[in-house]
């Protein structure tokens, strides 16, 4: 390649490098959680503070934004706090991250169904992944299944996505494997 196309492509590359990403642009918006921690979200993303401890982000379709957790038929992810984190695991025991997030004692309705049961099975991944500079969150994928009321059949499956960072007191769920999700996390700001 001639240096003067070299020169031109290098230039070229750097300025698309130095671009802001397009949710620098202003087509995003801004959530300061607890602990310092900033997300900024695509501006399609809508955020729903549900109650203390439990905010709700709508991705896509979702009838009752406001509904609790367990209310099916709401694309999108939780964002919970201590308070939501202290009643995380079944029977309302405190979440550890050593069984998924499941604040209940009996079968929640499916997420993506509200006709089917949710059956949550054993972590199929565990590891760190990155939230931001400097934080690292204790990640797991649990292997979930929608059952029939009636008979126990699976009738669908999905994943719940677990990042956990227990020194902020914060859990981010997500029953949708909403896309884009684990990029927000790792570009996340802390102050």
């Known amino acids: 390649m001639p240096k003067r ?3 031109v492509a290098t230039a070229v590359a750097a300025a698309l ?3 802001p990403l397009p949710a620098e642009a202003g087509s995003a918006r801004t959530l300061t959680l607890r602990g310092g921690l900033t997300l900024r979200l695509p501006a399609t993303w809508k955020v729903h503070k549900v109650e203390p401890g439990w905010t709700r982000v709508v991705t896509g379709k ?3 934004p406001k509904g609790g957790y367990g209310t099916p038929g709401c694309d ?4 919970l706090g201590p308070k939501a984190i202290e009643k995380g695991d079944e029977l309302f025991r405190p979440y550890t991250g050593a069984s998924a997030f499941y604040p209940a004692t009996d079968v929640q309705r499916c997420p993506h169904n509200g006709k089917w049961g949710q059956r949550l099975g054993a972590a199929r991944a565990k590891g760190l992944r990155q ?3 400097g934080h690292r969150a204790a990640y797991r994928e649990w292997r979930a ?3 029939s009321y009636s008979n126990g059949q699976v009738r669908s499956r999905y994943v719940q996505r677990e990042w956990h960072l227990p020194k902020t ?3 981010v769920v997500d029953q949708w494997s909403t896309p884009g999700l684990s990029g ?3 570009r996340a700001r802390w102050s």
């Open 5 to 7: 196309h070299l020169a």
């Open 17 to 19: 490098l130095a671009a």
């Open 62 to 64: 979702c009838a009752e």
């Open 76 to 79: 999108g992810f939780w964002i």
């Open 131 to 133: 939230v931001g500079p």
């Open 145 to 147: 299944a929608c059952v």
């Open 169 to 171: 007191g914060i859990l």
């Open 184 to 186: 927000v996390l790792q």
